[in-house]
């Protein structure tokens, strides 16, 4: 069996726990009784073993017990990292959401209450990548605000376009529900402020664009025009759908649109493609603003 470059370093061990995939970790007893009631019993009863979770073992190494559990070295390590900071590779961040149900798993099996307390505070980093499994894993342990920047993020698409992800049997039909009607309420708000930029943006504190100003008596400029117009009836559709500012820059390629629409505007001409580009950012971020509002 394979020993961990740690264990070389640990001549105190009297533990050796076995992944399942054969990697040997010198433990210590005293930690793991501390850790998880499982293996405290495990260490205090005497043998056979009384739980069915940690069959008895008859190996034994460097006259060490040898333990053999059923997780593989990656999760053991960082099980045992969370006590041992020392049996941690780099910085111990848990790198996808399949490890960190692993590790939830483990952890819950060993009976490691403070691991199973904290964990869910790291789906937090998994929110943006995996919105709709983070808001299930979420709202299942009651982490609100994890829940609530998992929701958000689930903005980018259609719920149309939703995949089934395994985590929602965690979650109720009303907490589905509510997810649902977040992202109705939010399509609509993203889609009435986009509307509202019909004939001016005030709602871009102090921003005048040129399509709004201009006096040239352009039949493209007139009363910002009829391109504006139908860029205004695409942008409210697309955010009803993804209402979020990201959405914008998506395949709308707005520069360009407004530099064909305004070509024969000899004012709009110059002034109107740098000021589809400004538009554009505080757009975004504007609409990113009030649908964080939401809740
Ligand atoms: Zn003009």
């Not at 793991?32 to 979770?53: E, N």
């Not at 939830?104 to 937090?124: G, H, I, Q």
Request: charged letters at 25%.
């Amino acid at each position: 069996m394979e020993d961990t470059e740690h264990n070389h370093q640990s001549p105190r061990a009297d533990v050796i726990l076995r992944s399942a995939d054969g990697h040997d970790f010198r433990f210590y007893k005293y930690l793991l009784s501390l850790a998880s009631p499982v293996f405290d019993t495990m260490f205090t009863l005497p043998q056979p073993s009384p739980s069915p979770l940690l069959p008895k073992s008859e190996d034994t190494k460097d006259g060490l017990p040898v333990v053999k559990l059923a997780e593989e070295k990656q999760v053991l390590q960082r099980l045992l990292g969370m006590y041992h900071p020392g049996f941690l590779e780099k910085d111990g961040k848990i790198v996808s959401l399949d490890e960190w149900r692993q590790l939830f798993n483990a952890a819950t099996k060993y009976e490691m209450k403070d691991v199973v307390r904290s964990l869910p505070w790291s789906l937090e980093s998994f929110a943006e990548a995996e919105p709709i499994r983070v808001y299930a894993l979420a709202t299942k342990h009651g982490q609100r605000e994890i829940a609530q920047k998992a929701a958000f993020n689930t903005l980018r698409q259609p719920f149309g376009e939703w995949e089934f992800v395994p985590e929602l049997k965690y979650i109720t039909g009303t907490d589905l529900q509510k997810l649902f009607c977040y992202h109705v309420a939010c399509g609509k708000l993203a889609s009435s402020t986009i509307e509202s930029c019909r004939q001016n943006a005030n709602i871009l504190a102090g921003s005048t664009f040129s399509w709004y100003t201009c006096r040239s008596g352009s039949s493209d400029c007139k009363s910002s025009g009829l391109w504006w117009q139908k860029v205004i009836d695409e942008l409210a559709v697309a955010l009803k759908q993804k209402p979020r500012g990201g959405v914008l820059e998506e395949g709308h390629d707005l520069i360009t649109r407004t530099s064909l629409a305004v070509n024969d505007c000899c004012i709009c001409r110059l002034k109107a493609p740098a000021d589809m580009e400004r538009f554009k950012h505080e757009i975004v971020t504007k609409i990113d603003q009030v649908i964080s509002q939401v809740s």
